[in-house]
């Protein structure tokens, strides 16, 4: 192995980190070169389809035949005939207003959960880990029928969280907040040493105390991920909305602008474009502004102490 | 109000909300108030309807919810259960019961042709056999659906031309329509009604089928439509009896006697009514999927490329993932936020347009990807290259998801390990694969599992893609990008009618596979003994 062959000296070159033979100018490649390569190449990968959207929203013909790679011409027809012939407005609205209620309360139920699995040892943990994940592994897509029947009979009785309610569809995407990602807290708690609670308990703190006190502030990065995830994933659901939400007010984004393609793909599609492109802008906000915690590495240094 | 740090008192620490005698700080306790008020006033708010509709069952399921919310957090004791409780009661009522229905579903025949109980199949059979007789009751009929025209539900908004009296009709039966409600044209046709969008004549052409199905129940009969202008009220020629427990046709005299081992009133001939009714069928489902001859055949190579499937989308996305995470986590890169915010961008992108959008990049005849490359290839005409096509679309939406767990893991690994594995003179190869890679997948491996979970089942990613395309010539029902779950979903829903309790009895099969090959996952990556 290549650890008891090096010499003494080969360790004060690491920075270096010679492995093969390389040319003058491989020293910077090696280090950052390929780095960028790596991130131009994954760059080039991730937009290209992003492009043909774009230029496919700022075509002034508005066709999907008439879309090319890079725009042909730029016009905000597109644009205006989103907002004066379909309800956008109310669509983005409630995309919106559904996908922070939930990422918020998921984050936060998850957190607790999280808090609870990573901090208590008690009966039924391990087999509530397991059943977390083991839940998620059911087809959805059938569950959708059961939920339906579910929902119907909630509609009768209290029409405020029934169909095409915000409230419903809010309740039911909370049904999701125990699952992948409080795993991913989980973790991420686990990392926190429990010297931190045990001296906030020497001092007095209650556990409550110590939860909001002391470990939400330390977990912030994973919230901040996780909550983006959480919003990403109730502003881009589409199976159950599709089915739950089917008056046109109470529409989200991704039900609508389904139904624009879904009825005439063709002359649609830059309409169709163009809300797909202003359906994202809410996220790569959120994830501008969330960026410095969600790659923050809170764990190597701030909390070892 | 005061600071809270004014409320915990002095000699404490100046963080929120601490006290130093240990005591439940008054903030505390005010929110814990605050939040049980809440509790309690949305239970007495979703109690009076479940009393007006003497739901009792409901009622006590919300009363002893309530109950066990309020001992909960009074007590001082259970403090686990106090963090677990609220996410464990949406997961059962919004997971874990929505599974078990499904999971009952499958041992019954459940599905378009039995959807009821027999009361309401033979109110079906009844409806359905309404006929125009001499003297019935004409009216002048205006389609209309409550919401969207393409897909609210159909009403009937009905004139009778004698009286002209106006009613809504709607598969619940007959209203009043009082004139405030509706606009009339001159002959006394409604043209409008509060809360119903009138339909245009090409708007009901579109739906006429579901027109003529639909029929409302009066007294003496059943209203139907004849055309989509007019209306009339006939009497249901086939009738229950209960003293043969049979089904009798009154002009022809054929009968067709109650079969409850199939949910169907069939006659001497074996024929059956249409509509029948829901009734238990025990391990039938699950024999056919074993047993029928149309499944069988197809099943294997529909499993082998589901598995590939997933699991390719799992390893790719994450290898690449993984690749562009570790190429950008280094302090020396400069535009490392940059490269960041634009790599994720279709992470952010609706994920359900950008699969249709991709999927008419592989058009044949004017898709982005042929005119790009000057190709002609027909992505979906052959098996390789719509696989091919399927995975690369699901690489585009995931990697950047594994890109962004990767990085946080990476980042979690403590800088001494690979320091340390360095110094020694390891080189970065070795020190990837003996420590940083063994940390990652410990860290990723739930993650890494869920996606396949996930991934087995992405109805949407071959459904909004490629449809299951290219179908074999000889079989027009298993494709071969088709995983386990569209394939179901065609053979259940597409045919004639839909058959949940079949349905629901492959995705058990289905729910077996994934789960055992998770397990085994687990065990593998040793996730599970972290867990102790």
């Not at chain 1, 999907?64 to 730029?74: F, K, R, T």
């Not at chain 1, 330390?218 to 919230?223: D, E, G, Q, Y």
């Not at chain 1, 599609?269 to 959120?286: C, H, I, R």
């Not at chain 2, 229905?101 to 041992?107: E, K, R």
Request: aromatic share 12%; hydrophobic share 50%.
């Amino acid at each position: 192995m290549a650890t008891t062959t090096s010499p003494a000296p080969a360790a004060a070159e690491v920075p270096a980190a010679p492995a093969r033979s390389a040319g003058r100018r491989g020293g910077w490649f090696r280090r950052v070169g390929w780095r960028h390569l790596v991130g131009v190449l994954a760059l080039a990968f991730s937009l290209f389809p992003i492009l043909f959207v774009v230029s496919a929203a700022l075509n002034p013909l508005g066709t999907l035949s008439s879309s090319e790679l890079i725009p042909s011409g730029a016009g905000t027809e597109n644009f205006r005939r989103l907002f004066s012939d379909t309800s956008f407005g109310t669509w983005f609205l409630n995309s919106m207003i559904i996908g922070l209620l939930a990422a918020g309360l998921s984050m936060f139920l998850s957190a607790t959960a999280a808090y609870a699995f990573s901090r208590y040892r008690f009966r039924g943990r391990r087999p509530g880990l397991l059943g977390i994940l083991l839940v998620q592994m059911f087809p959805q897509f059938l569950a959708i029928v059961a939920l339906y029947l579910m929902f119907s009979t909630v509609s009768d009785i209290w029409p405020a969280i029934g169909f095409n309610t915000r409230w419903g569809i809010l309740l039911l995407y909370l049904g999701g907040a125990l699952g992948v990602n409080t795993w991913l807290m989980k973790g991420f708690f686990d990392t926190i040493p429990t010297e931190l609670d045990e001296s906030a308990k020497v001092d007095g703190a209650s556990h409550t105390q110590i939860f909001f006190g002391i470990i939400l502030p330390l977990v912030a990065p994973i919230l901040a991920v996780t909550g983006l995830l959480g919003f990403i994933a109730s502003v881009n659901e589409f199976l159950i909305a599709s089915v739950f939400l089917t008056d046109d007010p109470s529409k989200t984004a991704a039900v609508g602008l389904y139904g624009l393609v879904s009825a005439e793909r063709n002359n649609n599609f830059g309409v169709f474009a163009a809300g797909s492109l202003l359906l994202a802008v809410p996220t790569v906000l959120l994830f501008q502004f969330l960026q410095r915690y969600i790659v923050g590495g809170l764990t190597a240094g701030a909390v070892k102490g | 109000m005061a600071h809270p740090e004014d409320l915990a008192g002095g000699g404490g620490r100046p963080r929120f909300g601490l006290t130093a005698s240990g005591t439940v700080s008054p903030v505390g306790l005010i929110a814990k108030i605050l939040v049980l008020g809440v509790v309690a006033a949305i239970a007495v708010w979703g109690a009076f309807p479940l009393i007006d509709q003497e739901r009792w069952l409901l009622l006590a399921i919300l009363v002893a919810v309530t109950v066990l919310l309020f001992a909960v957090y009074l007590s001082p004791r259970h403090i686990p259960l106090k963090y677990l409780l609220p996410g464990t009661l949406f997961l059962i009522v919004f997971q874990i019961v929505p599974v078990i229905y499904t999971i009952t579903t499958a041992f019954t025949n459940f599905g378009d042709a039995h959807r009821g109980s027999k009361q309401d199949a033979v109110t079906a059979v009844q409806a359905a056999s309404v006929r125009q007789v001499p003297g019935s009751a004409q009216y002048l009929l205006t389609v209309a659906a409550d919401g969207d025209p393409a897909t609210g539900e159909l009403a009937f908004l009905l004139t009778d031309p004698a009286t002209g009296r106006s009613f809504l009709g709607t598969p619940d039966g007959l209203e009043d329509l009082s004139d405030d409600e509706v606009t009339r044209a001159a002959n006394g046709r409604v043209t409008a009604a509060e809360g119903y969008t009138v339909l245009t004549v090409a708007q009901a052409g579109a739906r006429s089928a579901a027109v003529s199905g639909l029929s409302v129940p009066t007294d003496s009969g059943a209203i139907k439509a004849q055309g989509l202008s007019r209306a009339f009220e006939g009497s249901p020629q086939q009738a229950y009896d209960a003293g043969c427990d049979c089904v009798r046709d009154a002009t022809t005299g054929r009968t067709w006697t109650a079969d409850d081992s199939v949910g169907y009133f069939v006659d001497a001939e074996g024929n059956n009514l249409a509509q029948g009714w829901k009734v238990n069928v025990g391990l039938r489902n699950f024999a056919d999927v074993l047993t029928d001859p149309v499944i069988r055949g197809s099943f294997l190579s529909i499993l082998l490329w589901n598995f590939a499937f997933a699991f390719g989308v799992v390893g790719l996305t994450f290898a690449l993932g993984l690749l562009v995470a570790m190429a950008l986590n280094s302090p020396d890169l400069r535009g490392q936020r940059i490269y960041r915010s634009l790599i994720i961008l279709p992470y952010a992108m609706p994920a359900v347009a950008m699969l249709l959008v991709w999927r008419d990049m592989f058009n044949t005849d004017f898709g982005l990807i042929n005119r790009l490359f000057g190709l002609d290839v027909n992505w979906f005409g052959d098996a390789w290259t719509a696989r091919f096509a399927v995975l690369l679309v699901q690489l585009w939406l995931g990697y950047n998801y594994m890109f962004l767990v990767s990085t946080g893991a990476l980042q979690a690994i403590p800088k001494e390990l690979t320091e340390a594995a360095s110094v020694d003179g390891a080189t970065p190869a070795y020190a990837f694969r003996a420590i940083t890679f063994p940390l990652l997948l410990v860290a990723l491996a739930p993650l890494l599992i869920s996606s396949f979970a996930f991934n087995f089942n992405n109805f949407s990613a071959i459904y909004l893609v490629s449809e299951g395309n290219p179908f074999p010539p000889d079989n027009p029902q298993a494709g071969a990008t088709d995983i386990l779950i569209t394939y179901t979903y065609r053979l259940a829903f597409g045919g004639a009618g839909a058959e949940y309790g079949f349905a629901a009895a492959v995705s058990i099969f289905i729910f077996l596979i994934v789960a055992v090959v998770s397990i085994l996952g687990f065990r593998r990556t040793h996730a599970l003994e972290e867990i102790n």
